[in-house]
């Protein structure tokens, strides 16, 4: 029996296939991937030699020469039908790419192959930075803040980055800040945005890398930016002014971020000290109006006050305002010195003196003079002749000091001293006035009494007849 033999003529070229199991590049940079590719090799060819394949990866930029288990998938070894296959796994990051060339045994050249792609698996990490973290309230800052933006990813592209921000200033809208443009440093990427003007901000960011990694999500922030300091006016009473009539001052604080629980308001009287505030607290836009009641009209009332008000917004600024004034309904008061006292309590005085008094009052006195009646006869003294008037200052209240001469004291009669001024709130004020409890009133008396007696002679004797008869005056 013959035996056939059959021969196989190789005239074919052989014949390279390619074929990756991921596909699914991203949708606007089609050569990167986030996923593991496996790509699979197949040459048909029936004089195959693996050793004349040459497979050669770049990673990276560096070459390197795969260990490669070719297989047999199909066909039968040797004839033109058969195909062999090896696979190539890529599951690490990097930037890659592949040539295959080669040739059967008899150098048939392989048709080659070339390609490139990036596998990036890693998703991209932020971190969002501020050169200012000293809060006030939790989220309010009385100084600009710088954001510095860091996004590290190897495949970074800016134009995927979706910064998400809003800026509003009491309920009216402001541009949000841009940032200053990216910056590389390895495979950081970085940004700023400086935040200078008063307002409510938002931010939030988005990213997702040139592979598809969408970055891990942020926590939207909000925070204030309050660099102004608070309005504080106080208003209804002129700093500095006499006040003889009704005085109701007025508080008036506002501020963006206004926090009632930060507004303070005090009244102090120079001679009464602290005093409990009467009032009526009303809202006003973006804060709070604080009206006075008016005082009673009570002489313990006439002081000098000072009025001191504070106020801190949420940010920690500061706005102070003091407005001093003056309660001036019942005019001057008098003080006598120790010798005066004595004086007008005695009533009755042998001899005439220096005498001293103050007018204290709430207000410098505009004018005054004095009076001196003797006897009935009134006539007006001559100031800086009759006497003197010092001024100075008792705290805040004006002290005037009055001296009159001796001299007007020397001869016998009945005294009577009458002050009067007019102070700057208006006030006409008299020591005589009877609420004053001042008059200034005494006698000077230096004669001694005279005992006459008539029609008697000294070292005479006389009978009780005749002592009956004769008056003794």
């Known amino acids: 029996m013959k035996k056939t033999h059959v021969i196989y003529r190789d005239l074919d070229r052989p014949e390279l296939t390619v074929e990756y199991d991921n596909n699914t590049p991203d949708s606007v940079f089609n050569e990167f991937y986030k996923e593991d590719r496996i790509l ?4 048909k060819e029936m004089n195959f030699d693996p050793s004349l394949i040459n497979v050669m990866i770049s990673k990276n930029g560096s070459f390197m020469n795969p260990n490669l288990q070719w297989q047999l998938v199909s066909g039968i070894s040797g004839t033109i039908n058969a195909v062999y296959q090896t696979k190539l796994m890529f ?11 080669g040739k059967d045994m008899l ?5 080659n192959f070339y390609d490139k792609f990036v596998l990036d698996k890693t998703k991209p990490t932020l971190n969002v930075s501020y050169d200012n973290n000293n809060a006030k309230n939790n989220n309010y800052f009385n100084q600009s803040r710088t954001a510095t933006i860091t996004i590290d990813e190897h495949n970074f592209d800016s134009s995927r980055v979706k910064i ?4 509003i200033d009491g309920g009216t809208t402001k541009t949000f800040p841009a940032n200053n443009g990216w910056t590389r440093n390895g495979d950081s990427n970085i940004t700023v945005i400086k935040y200078n003007e008063d307002a409510l901000y938002t931010f939030d960011i988005e990213y997702v890398d040139k592979a598809g990694n ?30 003889a009539k009704k005085v109701m001052p007025v508080v008036s604080a506002k501020d963006t971020n206004y926090d009632a629980n930060e507004l303070s308001i005090s009244l102090t009287g120079d001679h009464r000290g602290s005093i409990d505030i009467e009032g009526t607290k009303s809202p006003q836009s973006n804060g709070e109006v604080f009206a006075f009641n008016d ?15 504070m106020l801190n917004d949420k940010a920690g600024n500061k706005s102070e305002a ?23 309590n005695k009533q009755y005085n042998k001899k005439g003196q220096e005498v001293i008094f103050n007018e204290l009052n709430v207000n410098q006195l505009v004018e005054s003079f004095v009076k001196l009646s003797i006897n009935g006869q009134i006539r007006e003294l001559r100031k800086d002749i009759d006497y003197s008037v010092t001024e100075t200052r008792e705290k805040a209240w004006y002290n005037y000091t009055y001296k009159l001469k001796s001299s007007l004291f020397e001869k016998d009669g009945i005294y009577r001293i009458i002050i009067t001024s007019k102070d700057a709130a208006g006030n006409i004020n008299e020591n005589i006035i009877e609420d004053k409890q001042a008059s200034i009133n005494f006698v000077i008396d230096k004669t001694a009494p005279a005992i006459a007696i008539n029609n008697l002679k000294s070292n005479n004797i006389y009978d009780e007849a005749i002592k009956k008869g004769r008056n003794i005056s």
């Open 322 to 344: 003091n407005i001093v004034y003056s309660v001036n309904r019942f005019g001057s008061t008098y003080m006598f010195s120790d010798s005066l006292s004595k004086m007008v």
């Open 214 to 243: 969408i970055m891990d999500n942020y926590n939207k922030e909000e925070f204030f930016i309050d660099k102004t300091v608070p309005e504080l006016i106080i208003s209804g009473v002129e700093a500095y002014s006499a006040n």
């Open 91 to 101: 599951n690490e990051d990097a930037d890659y790419e592949i040539y295959v060339s």
């Open 40 to 43: 699979t090799l197949k040459i």
């Open 164 to 167: 998400i921000g809003s800026a």
């Open 107 to 111: 150098d048939f050249d392989l048709n």
């Open 295 to 309: 005082m009673k009209y009570e002489k313990e009332n006439d002081d000098v006050y000072t009025i001191h008000a």
